[in-house]
């Protein structure tokens, strides 16, 4: 079985599966984590990272290692993961000539990189998004037309489910860092509160970006940084997960999944990142520009029964179906020839 490594450049330190390892880090760094688990069940799999300082620790069936971005890995293995750098991915390509190289690409990339993107052609490097719309987009932003570009979606847990419990209708959630938009979730909040005065908005900020955010209004409540259990206990309790802004596009949007996989239904721009194949029904996406169409949605779902849940999960996106995913795109050294041009076709 194809020996798999993970490249991470970009995190802030050293972390692993361990408890509370990831805690104030992002969604990238508990996804990586999540779908390394699932591979290094039946394949070996190293995790290298430019922060981690100290020798090598096994975790959970997993290999976590620090690495000089200079130097060759020395594990050599047949499957290499670059998150996010295409330069890295290019430079690995060339000090591991027999390995496959993959470049998971988590981000909507920054105006250099079509730059590095004649490298990456040349080295035959494949590029993995996390959604449909975020590999349309990059085809589109750098112009490709012969690298394989395709997507497998971010995982949500098997189990996560509704609790038996009620939602409180006039509570209200936000869930994200403070830069992807939330200084206008605040102002329509504050319009939307003009019309429901008892509504509240409870904010959670995972903490690893302080953002200004102006003025905040009456009714706004900082849980600050919780932990996954009790930020889905707020899911389960929430009458929605509160997100109308249209300044920030979501390449996959987890908390919406998860979200929607506890019951809770979101509230989200129509047409905007991935919201709209991440939602699991259209009515979740709107124009959120209007604030009619924000007080409609909210008092159509106040008026529901709120022992009922409003928004189910996904099961494409259940972890055993996304590693099993990741399993069969990692199986071989090398994609054949007909596997990328109908993964550059589906798109």
């Known amino acids: 079985m194809a020996g798999v490594a993970f490249l991470d450049a970009m995190a802030p330190r050293a972390y692993s599966g361990g408890p509370g390892d990831l805690a104030g880090l992002g969604g990238t760094e508990a996804t990586l984590v999540r779908i390394c688990e699932g591979l290094a069940a039946d394949r070996p799999v190293t995790v290298h990272q430019a922060a981690r300082a100290t020798g090598p620790v096994q975790v959970n069936g997993e290999r976590y290692s620090g690495w000089d971005v200079s130097c060759p890995l020395e594990e050599r293995p047949d499957v290499i993961v670059v998150v996010n750098s295409w330069k890295i991915a290019a430079k690995i390509a060339r000090q591991h000539p027999g390995a496959r190289v ?45 690298v394989s570009i395709s997507h497998i979606p ?65 009714g706004v409540l900082s849980y600050g940084k919780l932990s996954q259990a009790d930020l889905h ?75 009922t849940p409003l928004a189910a999960a996904r099961s494409e996106f259940r972890l055993s179906r996304v590693v099993a995913l990741w399993r069969a795109k990692t199986a071989c050294a090398a994609a054949p020839e007909d596997e990328r041009m109908l993964e550059t076709q589906s798109l």
Request: glycine letters at 8%; aromatic letters at 8%; a neutral charge.
């Open 102 to 146: 993959i470049v998971w690409q988590r981000v909507f990339p920054g105006r250099h990189n079509p730059v590095h993107a004649a490298g990456l052609r040349a080295a035959g490097i494949e590029v993995i998004c996390v959604s449909a719309a975020q590999s349309r987009w990059l085809r589109g932003f750098a112009g490709w037309d012969a």
């Open 233 to 307: 206990q707020q899911m389960r309790h929430a009458h929605c997960l509160f997100y109308p802004q249209d300044q920030f596009a979501e390449t996959f949007g987890l908390v919406i999944a998860e979200a929607n996989a506890l019951g809770c239904p979101a509230l989200l721009q129509r047409g905007l990142g991935a919201n709209d194949e991440v939602a699991s029904d259209p009515s979740q996406c709107i124009a959120t520009t209007d604030s009619d169409a924000i007080a409609l949605r909210v008092r159509q779902w106040r008026a529901s029964d709120p022992g």
């Open 154 to 218: 971010n995982p949500i847990a098997d189990d996560l489910a509704p609790y038996d419990t009620a939602r409180d209708p006039d509570l209200l959630l936000y869930a994200s860092s403070p830069h992807k938009g939330l200084t206008q979730v605040l102002r329509r909040f504050e319009v939307l509160r003009s019309r429901i005065p008892t509504l509240r908005l409870a904010v959670a900020d995972p903490g690893y970006l302080a953002w200004p955010t102006g003025r905040v209004p009456d």
